[in-house]
């Protein structure tokens, strides 16, 4: 570990004594789940030797299933779920979250598309927040998608008062506990949107850091298919009426998000 690095997480030991659980979805990634895995191994075992990597192959129709289970074979540290079909990203990061035993949960996509070694600025600020969630600068994605990405964050801030600049930046600490304690039931990536929203209901302390954000050089995004917009969709209009009655708007201002 660098010094910069050193300095960063000083004072976060306690906290990477409870354990990290990595969660990784990943749908027909056979070109990046390998550097994916690897990037977070290495960087995580810079802070911490109490950690878990849980893929979870969403009915993948290529070699990503397979690719995970050799990484497996080869680190215990390392385990896979398979799903027979593809249920979609929130059941994929369910399923990781059932799954997870450290007190810690980190998540991220297997499309390389994250610098892993700034996953450090979010243990920096986790000290006294429940959630530390990146937000991409300099977006490399393109244009529909950040339209698409702006007006969604408009409705989420119209409906439920949350103010989060990335809602759905897949760069994201949360205490397990409160993963598990939410009772999450998206199956789309609604699901980010969903467990935010939750926690800003219960009062929960949120952060925000700036993340790099890397344009895709492998593999099909599949994220903003019409299909996956599609499913999202519905499941924004099936559970908001739930998540309104069940905590009314998201607590989050000047005094919860820092």
């Not at 385990?79 to 799954?99: D, K």
């Not at 429940?130 to 408009?154: M, S």
């Not at 609604?190 to 954000?213: D, M, N, W, Y």
């Amino acid at each position: 570990m660098e010094a910069g690095d050193s300095e960063l997480v000083k004072g976060t030991e306690s906290l990477v004594r409870e354990g990290l659980s990595i969660v990784l979805p990943a749908f027909n990634e056979e070109e990046n789940i390998l550097a994916t895995v690897e990037a977070v191994r290495f960087e995580i075992a810079k802070l911490t030797d109490n950690f878990e990597i849980i893929v979870v192959n969403d009915g993948s129709r290529d070699r990503t299933g397979g690719i995970a289970d050799a990484l497996a074979r080869e680190d215990r540290r390392i385990r896979v779920i398979h799903h027979p079909i593809n249920r979609g990203y929130g059941a994929a990061l369910r399923s990781g979250f059932t799954a997870m035993t450290k007190g810690l949960c980190f998540y991220t996509d297997t499309d390389c598309q994250f610098d892993l070694s700034e996953f450090p600025r979010l243990l920096q600020r986790l000290p006294g927040a429940d959630v530390v969630t990146g937000f991409r600068v300099n977006r490399a994605d393109p244009l529909h998608r950040r339209f698409n990405a702006a007006l969604y964050k408009q409705m989420l801030s119209a409906i439920f008062g949350l103010r989060v600049r990335d809602v759905d930046c897949a760069f994201k600490v949360y205490r397990s506990a409160l993963l598990k304690e939410f009772d999450l039931s998206s199956n789309s990536i609604f699901i980010s949107a969903e467990a935010l929203i939750k926690a800003a209901q219960r009062g929960c302390v949120i952060r925000e850091v700036p993340v790099t954000h890397l344009a895709r050089a492998r593999g099909k995004q599949t994220g903003n298919s019409p299909a996956t917009l599609v499913r999202a969709l519905r499941e924004f209009l099936a559970l908001s009426p739930r998540l309104r009655q069940e905590g009314g708007r998201a607590r989050v201002g000047s005094t919860k998000l820092r």
